[in-house]
Protein backbone atom coordinates (compact mmCIF):
# COMPACT_ATOMS: atom_id res chain seq x y z
CA UNK A 1 0.00 0.00 0.00
CA UNK A 2 1.35 3.66 -0.36
CA UNK A 3 2.18 5.37 2.16
CA UNK A 4 -0.06 7.76 4.37
CA UNK A 5 0.91 11.10 5.93
CA UNK A 6 -0.73 10.57 9.49
CA UNK A 7 1.21 13.61 11.30
CA UNK A 8 4.43 15.87 10.95
CA UNK A 9 6.74 16.45 13.69
CA UNK A 10 9.03 19.50 12.19
CA UNK A 11 11.18 21.11 14.07
CA UNK A 12 12.36 24.15 12.58
CA UNK A 13 9.24 25.43 11.34
CA UNK A 14 7.66 26.99 14.17
CA UNK A 15 5.07 26.35 16.94
CA UNK A 16 2.81 23.35 16.24
CA UNK A 17 -0.74 23.40 16.41
CA UNK A 18 -2.81 20.15 15.47
CA UNK A 19 -6.06 20.47 13.58
CA UNK A 20 -7.98 17.55 12.69
CA UNK A 21 -6.96 17.29 9.34
CA UNK A 22 -3.95 19.55 9.05
CA UNK A 23 -0.84 20.27 10.84
CA UNK A 24 -0.07 24.18 11.54
CA UNK A 25 3.06 25.88 11.93
CA UNK A 26 2.64 29.19 13.14
CA UNK A 27 5.26 31.48 12.04
CA UNK A 28 5.51 35.61 12.93
CA UNK A 29 3.38 36.37 10.03
CA UNK A 30 2.85 33.26 8.28
CA UNK A 31 1.33 30.06 8.85
CA UNK A 32 2.33 26.59 7.15
CA UNK A 33 -0.75 24.36 6.96
CA UNK A 34 0.41 20.31 6.07
CA UNK A 35 -2.54 18.69 4.97
CA UNK A 36 -2.43 15.27 6.31
CA UNK A 37 -4.49 11.79 5.41
CA UNK A 38 -5.95 12.01 8.48
CA UNK A 39 -9.76 11.49 8.05
CA UNK A 40 -12.21 12.54 11.01
CA UNK A 41 -15.58 11.67 11.61
CA UNK A 42 -17.51 11.42 15.33
CA UNK A 43 -15.31 14.16 16.20
CA UNK A 44 -12.23 11.82 16.02
CA UNK A 45 -10.09 10.25 13.56
CA UNK A 46 -11.37 7.02 12.38
CA UNK A 47 -8.38 6.37 9.09
CA UNK A 48 -5.48 7.47 7.57
CA UNK A 49 -6.54 7.51 3.81
CA UNK A 50 -3.78 7.59 1.05
CA UNK A 51 -3.62 10.89 -1.23
CA UNK A 52 -6.37 12.40 0.49
CA UNK A 53 -3.74 15.47 1.89
CA UNK A 54 -2.95 15.64 -1.57
CA UNK A 55 -6.52 15.55 -3.22
CA UNK A 56 -7.78 18.26 -0.59
CA UNK A 57 -4.47 20.36 -0.60
CA UNK A 58 -4.56 20.89 -4.56
CA UNK A 59 -8.34 21.00 -5.09
CA UNK A 60 -8.10 24.39 -2.69
CA UNK A 61 -5.43 25.04 -4.28
CA UNK A 62 -7.29 25.10 -7.67
CA UNK A 63 -10.56 26.83 -6.33
CA UNK A 64 -8.20 29.36 -4.38
CA UNK A 65 -7.25 30.28 -8.08
CA UNK A 66 -10.31 30.32 -9.83
CA UNK A 67 -11.85 32.69 -7.27
CA UNK A 68 -9.02 35.10 -6.56
CA UNK A 69 -10.84 38.06 -8.55
CA UNK A 70 -13.84 37.64 -6.16
CA UNK A 71 -11.78 37.84 -2.74
CA UNK A 72 -8.34 37.69 -2.03
CA UNK A 73 -7.04 34.48 -0.03
CA UNK A 74 -4.39 33.44 2.13
CA UNK A 75 -2.22 31.93 -0.28
CA UNK A 76 1.64 32.66 -0.30
CA UNK A 77 3.23 29.82 -1.68
CA UNK A 78 2.43 25.91 -2.53
CA UNK A 79 5.68 24.63 -2.13
CA UNK A 80 4.58 20.51 -1.74
CA UNK A 81 1.61 19.13 -3.22
CA UNK A 82 0.28 18.66 0.24
CA UNK A 83 1.43 21.91 1.64
CA UNK A 84 0.22 25.63 1.47
CA UNK A 85 2.38 28.29 2.97
CA UNK A 86 -0.69 31.35 3.96
CA UNK A 87 -0.62 34.68 5.61
CA UNK A 88 -1.39 34.57 8.85
CA UNK A 89 -5.25 36.48 9.72
CA UNK A 90 -7.15 37.14 12.17
CA UNK A 91 -9.89 34.56 12.19
CA UNK A 92 -13.41 36.04 12.07
CA UNK A 93 -15.18 33.41 14.28
CA UNK A 94 -17.64 32.75 12.39
CA UNK A 95 -18.37 29.71 9.73
CA UNK A 96 -19.51 31.15 6.48
CA UNK A 97 -22.35 28.30 5.39
CA UNK A 98 -24.22 28.80 1.83
CA UNK A 99 -26.10 26.05 1.21
CA UNK A 100 -28.47 26.14 -2.26
CA UNK A 101 -30.65 22.50 -1.96
CA UNK A 102 -32.78 21.92 1.36
CA UNK A 103 -31.27 18.74 2.11
CA UNK A 104 -29.00 17.47 4.90
CA UNK A 105 -29.88 15.14 8.23
CA UNK A 106 -27.92 16.52 11.00
CA UNK A 107 -29.68 18.97 13.26
CA UNK A 108 -28.24 22.09 12.14
CA UNK A 109 -29.10 20.70 8.39
CA UNK A 110 -31.65 23.32 6.36
CA UNK A 111 -34.17 19.79 5.49
CA UNK A 112 -33.86 19.10 9.12
CA UNK A 113 -34.82 22.76 10.09
CA UNK A 114 -37.43 22.48 7.20
CA UNK A 115 -39.42 19.91 8.78
CA UNK A 116 -39.20 21.35 12.26
CA UNK A 117 -41.81 24.22 10.52
CA UNK A 118 -38.78 27.21 9.96
CA UNK A 119 -39.10 28.99 7.10
CA UNK A 120 -37.15 31.94 7.35
CA UNK A 121 -33.62 31.06 6.40
CA UNK A 122 -31.13 34.30 6.23
CA UNK A 123 -32.60 36.77 3.66
CA UNK A 124 -35.08 34.14 1.87
CA UNK A 125 -38.55 33.33 3.01
CA UNK A 126 -39.25 29.46 1.91
CA UNK A 127 -43.25 27.99 0.77
CA UNK A 128 -44.71 25.20 1.70
CA UNK A 129 -44.63 21.82 0.80
CA UNK A 130 -40.30 21.90 -0.53
CA UNK A 131 -39.64 18.41 -1.07
CA UNK A 132 -36.14 16.98 0.31
CA UNK A 133 -33.32 17.81 -2.24
CA UNK A 134 -34.88 20.44 -3.98
CA UNK A 135 -32.98 23.19 -5.33
CA UNK A 136 -33.37 26.92 -3.49
CA UNK A 137 -34.88 29.94 -5.61
CA UNK A 138 -31.25 31.65 -4.78
CA UNK A 139 -28.51 30.35 -2.66
CA UNK A 140 -28.84 31.20 1.08
CA UNK A 141 -26.09 32.58 3.25
CA UNK A 142 -27.09 30.32 6.73
CA UNK A 143 -23.56 31.07 8.80
CA UNK A 144 -23.01 29.48 12.54
CA UNK A 145 -20.44 30.31 14.96
CA UNK A 146 -16.96 28.91 15.33
CA UNK A 147 -15.98 27.78 18.70
CA UNK A 148 -14.73 25.30 20.55
CA UNK A 149 -16.91 22.38 21.00
CA UNK A 150 -19.63 23.03 19.09
CA UNK A 151 -20.99 25.34 16.80
CA UNK A 152 -24.39 27.25 17.04
CA UNK A 153 -26.64 28.66 14.76
CA UNK A 154 -27.68 31.81 16.08
CA UNK A 155 -29.53 34.39 13.76
CA UNK A 156 -27.36 37.38 12.57
CA UNK A 157 -28.35 39.73 15.43
CA UNK A 158 -27.31 37.37 18.14
CA UNK A 159 -24.38 37.02 16.66
CA UNK A 160 -23.69 40.81 15.84
CA UNK A 161 -24.99 41.23 19.70
CA UNK A 162 -22.42 38.99 21.22
CA UNK A 163 -19.65 40.12 19.47
CA UNK A 164 -18.49 37.97 17.14
CA UNK A 165 -18.97 40.11 13.81
CA UNK A 166 -19.55 43.67 13.52
CA UNK A 167 -22.88 44.26 11.21
CA UNK A 168 -20.56 45.91 8.50
CA UNK A 169 -18.35 42.88 8.49
CA UNK A 170 -21.15 40.12 8.35
CA UNK A 171 -22.72 42.03 5.50
CA UNK A 172 -19.20 41.94 3.64
CA UNK A 173 -19.22 38.29 4.50
CA UNK A 174 -22.43 37.67 2.88
CA UNK A 175 -21.52 39.08 -0.79
CA UNK A 176 -18.40 37.91 -0.44
CA UNK A 177 -19.81 33.70 0.30
CA UNK A 178 -22.50 34.38 -2.07
CA UNK A 179 -20.09 34.88 -4.82
CA UNK A 180 -17.92 32.42 -4.46
CA UNK A 181 -20.81 30.39 -4.08
CA UNK A 182 -22.13 31.07 -7.63
CA UNK A 183 -18.72 30.82 -9.39
CA UNK A 184 -18.48 27.29 -7.84
CA UNK A 185 -21.48 26.50 -8.63
CA UNK A 186 -21.11 27.71 -12.33
CA UNK A 187 -17.62 25.67 -12.53
CA UNK A 188 -19.12 22.83 -10.84
CA UNK A 189 -21.59 22.33 -13.29
CA UNK A 190 -18.95 22.63 -16.20
CA UNK A 191 -17.60 19.55 -15.03
CA UNK A 192 -21.15 17.57 -14.56
CA UNK A 193 -21.16 18.18 -10.70
CA UNK A 194 -23.53 20.07 -8.41
CA UNK A 195 -22.07 21.95 -5.92
CA UNK A 196 -24.54 21.70 -2.98
CA UNK A 197 -23.22 23.44 0.11
CA UNK A 198 -20.32 24.46 1.23
CA UNK A 199 -18.75 26.35 4.37
CA UNK A 200 -15.80 29.32 4.15
CA UNK A 201 -13.37 30.48 6.37
CA UNK A 202 -12.08 33.98 6.41
CA UNK A 203 -10.22 36.36 8.23
CA UNK A 204 -9.03 39.73 8.26
CA UNK A 205 -5.12 40.73 7.28
CA UNK A 206 -3.78 43.86 9.00
CA UNK A 207 -5.29 46.63 7.27
CA UNK A 208 -8.45 45.09 7.75
CA UNK A 209 -9.01 43.84 4.27
CA UNK A 210 -11.09 40.35 4.32
CA UNK A 211 -9.12 37.26 3.11
CA UNK A 212 -10.04 33.93 2.05
CA UNK A 213 -8.18 31.25 4.74
CA UNK A 214 -8.72 27.87 5.30
CA UNK A 215 -9.67 25.43 2.45
CA UNK A 216 -12.21 25.68 -0.54
CA UNK A 217 -14.79 23.68 -2.16
CA UNK A 218 -13.00 20.81 -0.77
CA UNK A 219 -14.66 16.94 -0.72
CA UNK A 220 -14.86 17.73 3.04
CA UNK A 221 -15.49 21.13 3.22
CA UNK A 222 -18.27 20.64 0.86
CA UNK A 223 -21.49 18.80 -0.49
CA UNK A 224 -21.51 17.48 -4.40
CA UNK A 225 -24.15 15.73 -6.25
CA UNK A 226 -23.27 14.40 -9.71
CA UNK A 227 -25.62 16.47 -12.12
CA UNK A 228 -26.73 14.37 -14.95
CA UNK A 229 -28.65 12.51 -12.69
CA UNK A 230 -30.18 14.68 -10.13
CA UNK A 231 -33.12 15.35 -11.98
CA UNK A 232 -34.34 12.05 -12.91
CA UNK A 233 -33.46 10.85 -8.64
CA UNK A 234 -35.79 14.14 -7.72
CA UNK A 235 -38.62 13.01 -9.96
CA UNK A 236 -38.39 9.46 -8.59
CA UNK A 237 -37.78 9.99 -5.22
CA UNK A 238 -34.28 9.06 -4.76
CA UNK A 239 -31.58 10.48 -3.08
CA UNK A 240 -29.48 12.11 -5.51
CA UNK A 241 -26.09 10.42 -6.43
CA UNK A 242 -23.13 11.97 -4.70
CA UNK A 243 -19.60 12.12 -3.52
CA UNK A 244 -20.20 9.83 -0.47
CA UNK A 245 -17.65 9.03 2.44
CA UNK A 246 -20.81 7.71 4.68
CA UNK A 247 -19.67 4.01 3.57
CA UNK A 248 -17.01 4.40 5.92
CA UNK A 249 -18.83 5.97 8.96
CA UNK A 250 -21.59 2.84 8.52
CA UNK A 251 -18.80 0.39 8.88
CA UNK A 252 -17.73 1.76 12.48
CA UNK A 253 -21.09 2.48 13.36
CA UNK A 254 -21.76 -1.54 12.34
CA UNK A 255 -18.57 -2.13 14.32
CA UNK A 256 -18.05 0.06 17.69
CA UNK A 257 -19.73 2.77 19.20
CA UNK A 258 -17.25 5.38 17.80
CA UNK A 259 -18.75 8.15 19.87
CA UNK A 260 -17.95 6.21 23.35
CA UNK A 261 -14.79 3.26 22.54
CA UNK A 262 -11.50 4.66 23.55
CA UNK A 263 -10.10 3.17 20.60
CA UNK A 264 -11.34 1.81 17.63
CA UNK A 265 -10.91 -1.33 15.39
CA UNK A 266 -8.69 -0.23 12.26
CA UNK A 267 -11.28 0.38 9.08
CA UNK A 268 -10.82 -2.46 6.28
CA UNK A 269 -8.13 -1.67 4.02
CA UNK A 270 -10.53 -2.19 0.89
CA UNK A 271 -12.90 0.68 2.42
CA UNK A 272 -10.15 2.36 3.36
CA UNK A 273 -8.53 2.20 -0.59
CA UNK A 274 -12.17 3.02 -2.17
CA UNK A 275 -12.38 6.38 -0.34
CA UNK A 276 -8.65 7.13 -1.26
CA UNK A 277 -10.31 6.36 -4.94
CA UNK A 278 -12.95 8.03 -4.34
CA UNK A 279 -11.30 11.24 -3.52
CA UNK A 280 -9.03 11.52 -6.38
CA UNK A 281 -11.56 11.05 -9.14
CA UNK A 282 -13.07 13.87 -7.00
CA UNK A 283 -10.12 16.41 -7.58
CA UNK A 284 -10.06 14.91 -11.48
CA UNK A 285 -14.09 15.83 -12.09
CA UNK A 286 -13.54 19.15 -10.21
CA UNK A 287 -10.29 20.52 -11.43
CA UNK A 288 -10.69 18.53 -14.70
CA UNK A 289 -6.76 17.48 -14.35
CA UNK A 290 -4.98 14.24 -13.95
CA UNK A 291 -3.67 13.61 -10.43
CA UNK A 292 -0.44 13.13 -10.07
CA UNK A 293 0.44 11.28 -6.66
CA UNK A 294 3.52 13.38 -4.56
CA UNK A 295 6.81 11.60 -4.75
CA UNK A 296 7.04 9.06 -1.65
CA UNK A 297 7.88 8.79 1.18
CA UNK A 298 5.66 11.72 1.75
CA UNK A 299 7.65 13.19 5.09
CA UNK A 300 11.00 13.31 3.48
CA UNK A 301 9.83 15.01 0.39
CA UNK A 302 8.05 17.45 2.30
CA UNK A 303 10.72 18.24 4.85
CA UNK A 304 12.71 18.82 1.36
CA UNK A 305 10.51 21.35 0.12
CA UNK A 306 10.40 22.96 3.30
CA UNK A 307 13.92 23.93 3.74
CA UNK A 308 13.35 27.29 2.26
CA UNK A 309 10.45 27.89 4.99
CA UNK A 310 13.03 27.12 8.68
CA UNK A 311 12.93 29.79 10.90
N1 LIG B 1 -4.74 31.82 6.95
C1 LIG B 1 -5.14 31.38 8.15
N2 LIG B 1 -4.98 32.15 9.25
C2 LIG B 1 -5.38 31.68 10.47
N3 LIG B 1 -5.92 30.47 10.70
C3 LIG B 1 -6.09 29.66 9.64
C4 LIG B 1 -5.72 30.05 8.31
N4 LIG B 1 -6.01 29.04 7.46
C5 LIG B 1 -6.54 28.05 8.20
N5 LIG B 1 -6.61 28.39 9.51
C6 LIG B 1 -7.06 27.54 10.61
O1 LIG B 1 -6.20 26.39 10.64
C7 LIG B 1 -6.93 25.21 10.96
C8 LIG B 1 -6.79 24.18 9.83
O2 LIG B 1 -6.66 22.85 10.32
P1 LIG B 1 -7.85 21.80 10.31
O3 LIG B 1 -7.25 20.46 10.53
O4 LIG B 1 -8.72 21.98 9.09
O5 LIG B 1 -8.60 22.28 11.61
P2 LIG B 1 -10.04 21.97 12.20
O6 LIG B 1 -9.89 20.73 13.02
O7 LIG B 1 -10.32 23.19 13.03
O8 LIG B 1 -10.96 21.84 11.00
C9 LIG B 1 -8.36 25.64 11.15
O9 LIG B 1 -8.62 25.84 12.53
C10 LIG B 1 -8.46 26.98 10.42
O10 LIG B 1 -9.45 27.80 10.96
MG1 LIG C 1 -10.88 22.19 8.90
Redesign the pocket.
Known amino acids: MTDVLKETNFHSLGRKKT????D?YEQPER?I?ITTDRHSSFDRIIAHVPHKGQVLNQTSAWWFEQTKNIVRN?VLAIPDPNVTV????K?IPVEAVMRGYVTGVTDTAIWTRYQKGQRIFGDLTLPEGMKKNQKLPVPVFDPTTKEEGHDRALTPQEMIAEGFITAELFERLKQTATKLFVRGQELAAKRGLILVDTKY?F?LDERGTLVL??EIHTPDSSRWWKLDSYDACIATGREPEYFDKEFLRLWFKEHSDPYKDTTLPEAPAALVEELSRRYIEMYEQITGGKFIAGEEPALARIAKNLKPYAI
Request: glycine fraction near 12%.
Open positions: GKVRILLHAEKCMEGID
